[in-house]
């Protein structure tokens, strides 16, 4: 190439005019291109984002650049950018064999291999789920709760019967009847029945049940509601004047003494107590029975949000106040700290952070995400299921949606996330505590590889139904999959 040429052509590139490059070398007739000239005309192309004839000239002069580490990026650079990553991978490896301090190339290099390892995930990840069609369903925890205020609806009048006139009936007898009832629900569902028409289901530390006794009330008919008051779980009442026996154990709640040391950083409190008779219990009965009474204080459901340890001291501080006032010491330590007071264990709003590894089990990529449900997720990646075990046992599903992350990019950053999970509590789930709602959007995250939306459903099937008719709306692959790292997963793309 004449060295005014080649100054031309350097000095049109340093200015980003990449079409001049092509008309310039254009004009010279092609039988006149020599291997440097060819070399620019490729560049030129590839700045054009030609990248198919950037190969084609490329190859022309594979003979000559075999050794010419400048052409092998090149023509990775062109590969790379036609999603031909296994030949990108090939030539960057070429470059760094003739060079190996090209960091440019390294950079290439570790996106391809990056890149490939993803294709090979969603591969693997396509041949694992089963089509939608073949998907089957059992009972959901909206039809068990149907058919729990159906048997409540039959037999409402010996229901109130029994709670004006407990004396007549026999209380095991009671608690067999009712159980026909809840055994609708599942087995072995706690309640207490009573007063003016009170029916409180009790969560005793089975804390997935936060995220399904609200459901029932809320599907409560209309035509009781002015008569009958259920609770989802037990509320505190202070307990001023009770007494309580446990263990041959006479305790009185005025009496025992606690201290709440508030940790800002977590949210939660750590319970100090102190009893003479409590005390002189074994440590496990002591701590047994001073948590059931922190329940009967603040109620099951305070608990559960904010007390994280409790502690026995072997003799009282002068800080401690009656049990009976704790409930007063969170809610001023709530407020003071200029957090909103949180009742409700499903409204619990935590960001937590991963570092993903190369792992086929969805979620193991995660970066950082947002849940209402931190419980589901520390059993998913501890391979635990106490709380999956427990919804379904109700016929409840925990499952998260899920597709591959270079939907975000084509999207805009994680917006494709927040806007479905927007149309999927809005336009889909419903309203929480309606008792028209599908379930609850749980939360979020988002990986390297796919990003997620976190689901507990009460009606599987219905959830579905609604959400394959926006998926038209998305060219991408969506699955989702139950809350267990071995199992189902769905394919609902394409399929519905």
């Known amino acids: 190439m004449k ?37 620019h005309l490729a560049r030129a192309y590839n700045n054009l984002e030609n990248y198919e004839s950037a190969v084609q000239l490329l190859l022309s002069v594979a003979a000559e650049g075999c050794e010419d580490p400048l052409w092998h990026y090149r023509l990775g650079y062109s590969y790379y950018y036609l999603d031909q990553l296994e030949e990108s991978k090939s030539e960057f ?17 570790s996106h391809c291999q990056k890149e490939l390892a993803i294709q090979t995930h969603l591969q693997r990840t396509a041949e694992r789920a089963i089509p939608y069609s073949e998907l089957t369903f059992e009972k959901s925890f909206t039809a068990r709760v149907d058919e729990f205020w159906q048997w409540f609806s039959e037999n ?70 002015d008569k009958w008051h259920f609770s989802p779980y037990l509320s505190g009442a202070k307990g001023k004047g009770f007494t309580f026996e446990m263990h041959g154990a006479r305790i009185n709640l005025d009496e025992v003494k606690v201290f ?33 009474l922190v329940e009967l204080s603040i109620g099951e459901a305070l608990a559960n949000v904010y007390v994280a340890e409790v502690e ?11 049990l009976t006032d704790l409930d007063d010491k969170i809610r001023e330590t709530i407020t003071a700290s200029g957090e909103d007071l949180i009742n409700d264990p499903s409204e619990l709003y935590v960001a937590y952070e991963f570092d993903p590894i190369d792992s ?31 919804l379904e046992k109700y016929g409840a599903k925990p499952v998260f949606l899920f597709f591959p992350t270079y939907m975000e990019a084509d999207y805009g950053l994680v917006d494709l996330r927040y806007d479905l999970e927007e149309l999927i509590e ?9 008792g028209e709602e599908l379930g609850l959007l749980l939360g ?33 692959t969506f699955y989702f999959a139950e809350f267990r790292q071995q199992g189902k997963l769905v394919k609902l793309t394409g399929e519905i």
């Open 93 to 109: 490896e070429e470059v760094l064999k003739l060079n190996p301090d090209d960091e440019d190339a390294q950079n290439f290099l």
């Open 156 to 225: 409402e009048e010996k229901l109130a019967d029994i709670v004006t006139n407990t004396n007549n009936y026999d209380r095991d007898d009671i608690v067999e009847f009712i159980a026909e009832g809840t055994n609708l629900l599942a087995e072995d569902v706690h309640f207490n029945i009573g007063g003016e028409f009170e029916f409180t289901f009790a969560v005793d530390d089975d804390n997935y049940l936060f995220y399904l006794y609200p459901y029932i009330i809320a599907r409560m008919p209309l035509r009781f509601r």
């Open 426 to 434: 809005n336009k889909i789930i419903g309203t929480k505590g309606s």
């Open 260 to 292: 709440a040391d508030y940790d800002a950083d977590s949210g939660k409190f750590t319970l100090y107590f102190y009893d003479d008779t409590l005390c002189s219990l074994e440590d496990a009965e002591a701590h047994n029975i001073f948590h059931l």
């Open 3 to 39: 060295p005014r040429l080649l100054a031309r052509l350097v000095k049109l590139h340093e200015k980003n005019q990449y079409y001049e490059i092509v008309e310039t070398i254009q004009d010279i007739p092609a039988e006149n291109w020599d291997y440097e000239l060819v070399n």
């Open 312 to 322: 026995r001291l072997e003799s009282p501080r002068q800080d401690m106040y009656s």
């Open 444 to 476: 979020g995250a988002t990986g390297t590889i796919y990003s997620y939306i976190d689901l507990l459903l009460y009606d599987e099937a219905k959830f579905l139904a609604k959400f394959k008719e926006i998926l038209v709306l998305y060219p991408h």
């Open 360 to 390: 086929e089990i969805p979620r193991h990529d995660i970066i950082t995400g947002v849940t209402h449900y931190l419980d589901l997720i520390n059993d998913y990646y501890f391979d635990t299921y106490t709380n999956a075990d427990g």
